[in-house]
Structures are given as structure tokens and as C-alpha cells.
């Protein structure tokens, strides 16, 4: 059966290749974006399948309307995905309270409004999958993208979260957790802090850290048939990696916290004070 989609962000990115996968092979997609004159060839290419709506995830009220328009369209939503986000770079020093706002407001709180507003007609259909873009860099942090980390890793909390809570209403939930891709996240996108020229040396560090750990950047198209696995799938996984490393990545980061945890047990246990 051909399905619904509601996708942030799809204006380039993960959002834009995964609307094409969508539409070309029958399903329908409810498309959103700042500026839907970015969706024109799509709308041209695939007509009554997509329909564009402009969208900033930052306003809440246009977040439940957006919502409510794409189902009173289509008369139903099977796959939700909050793709729209962007990054910050910065060392934490760096960060001003409006650049840590906005990261969040972004990146967190668009992403839980959207959920939000989709659930209540996840839960009448008795069905519903919601995809969460999220990161290595949310389970792993690095440097100078503290923030961005940090807003990815409370998406990752709350959707663990949800995903409990609405498992008994038939609905799934699945965290996506790219590596290092060939799309503008890095580039157009992409906000910068102002500079601290304390660390200008360490920031040559972390960006040649950076260069090792991502390698040879994934083809975002390659995602088109993994996205679609995902959604495809009768038990689909509450957090998948997309790209080859990020596995390696993880594996190096909790073989360290594991090991931490067990030498300092005796002093963890010791803090519990007397047992009965």
C-alpha cells in the first residue's frame, strides 16, 4: 500500500532525496520548506502527489496547521520526518545565547512540535511512523559543534522517550543517525559563531580531526533506498546509522564510557551509602 509522508526541510538534503524516493514510487508527500518555490520541478515532476507548503518549524501554530492542511489533503499521515535543522559550529566558549537559542529552537522544538501535532492523528489511525534526523553527533560529541551536538542529543532523549510511550497506540519511532554526507550541512546552511583567537590553534586541530573521522563523504541519494527500508520495515529499528563510520565512532566512544563506568565503580557504589 502506497503511504503518506510529511517531510521538514525538504527543500535539499536528506528531506528533498527522501520526498523523490517517496514520489517516485507512488507515495504521496506533503512537503515542507521556507520557501516552496525550491519544490517547483518536484510539484512539476510529480503533480498532485506532492503537495508543498511553506513552513518555518520555529512557529508552532504553523507547525499544526502545516499538519492539519496535509491531512486534511490526503486523509491520512504514515511516515512523519522532522529533517529541517541546520548547524552551528563554534567552540563552547564561542556560543552566544541567541546562536544557543535559535540551535534549539530549531533542531529541538521544531522537531517536538510537529511530533506533537501528528500524534493526535497517529493515534485515531492506530498507525504511524515518525523519523527523527538526528546525528553521530548525537550519541557522540565533538568539538566545535558543542551546541549542535547538545541540541541533537535532546532530540535523541525525547524521541527514546516517545517511542515507549506511543508503542502501544501502533506507532513506531526511528532516530536516524547520519555521518558525514556531501550536503550543504556544512557549508550554505551552516551558522558560525564570531571567533574566540584563543583557539584558533585547537580549531585547526578539530577540523583536521573532523576531516579523519568523516573520511569520503556519503552520496545523500544512496539514502533513497535505506529510508525506505526503514519505513518499510514490520519491526523498524529505533536508531539506525546511515553512512559507513559512524558504527566505528560509536563503538570507540562507549568502549570508553564502559570502561570509565567500571573503574570507578568501587566510588559509584561507595556514593550509594549503606544497603539494608
Known amino acids: 500500500m502506497s503511504k503518506t509522508w510529511f517531510i521538514t526541510g525538504a527543500s535539499r538534503g536528506f528531506g528533498r532525496e527522501w520526498a523523490i524516493a517517496a514520489l517516485e514510487r507512488g507515495d504521496t508527500v506533503a512537503a515542507t520548506a521556507r520557501d516552496t518555490s525550491t519544490l517547483a520541478d518536484l510539484v512539476d515532476r510529480f503533480g498532485e502527489k506532492i503537495l508543498p507548503i ?6 508552532r501554530a504553523a507547525d499544526v496547521a502545516a499538519v492539519q492542511q496535509a491531512h486534511d489533503r490526503f ?3 504514515d511516515v512523519v520526518v522532522n529533517n529541517a535543522g541546520y548547524g552551528q559550529f563554534g567552540m563552547i566558549e564561542e556560543i552566544s545565547e541567541e ?3 535559535a540551535q534549539f529552537e530549531t533542531n529541538v522544538f521544531g522537531a517536538l512540535w510537529v511530533t506533537q501535532a501528528a500524534l493526535p492523528f497517529l493515534r485515531a489511525q492506530g498507525s504511524g511512523h515518525i523519523i527523527q534526523v ?11 559543534i558543542g551546541i549542535y551536538n547538545a541540541s ?4 535523541e532523549a525525547f524521541s527514546q522517550s516517545l517511542a515507549q510511550e506511543v508503542a502501544d497506540f501502533g506507532i ?4 536516524v543517525e547520519p555521518g558525514g554526507y556531501s ?5 550554505a546552511s551552516a551558522r558560525h559563531a564570531d571567533p574566540n583567537p584563543a583557539y584558533d590553534r585547537f580549531r585547526e586541530k578539530a577540523a583536521e580531526q573532523r576531516q579523519r573521522r568523516i573520511g569520503s563523504p556519503g552520496d545523500p541519494v544512496a539514502t533513497r533506498e535505506a529510508i525506505l527500508a526503514v519505513v518499510d520495515a514490520e519491526k523498524p529499528p529505533l536508531r539506525i546509522f546511515f553512512g559507513d563510520g559512524p558504527l566505528r565512532t560509536a563503538t570507540a566512544d562507549y568502549e570508553s564510557r564502559l570502561a570509565t563506568w567500571h573503574e570507578w565503580e568501587p566510588v559509584s557504589i561507595a556514593a550509594h551509602g549503606p544497603t539494608a
Do not use: H
Not at 54 to 59: A, E, G, P, T, W
Not at 172 to 175: A, G, R
Not at 183 to 187: K, M
Open 75 to 77: 486523509g491520512r499521515l
Open 99 to 101: 546562536e544557543a537559542r
Open 172 to 175: 513506531q519511532v526511528t532516530l
Open 134 to 144: 538526528s546525528s553521530i553527533g548525537g550519541i557522540s560529541a565533538f568539538p566545535n
Open 152 to 155: 541533537k542529543w535532546a532530540l
Open 183 to 187: 550536503t550543504d550541512w556544512g557549508g
Open 54 to 59: 511553506r513552513l518555518d518549524v520555529n512557529d
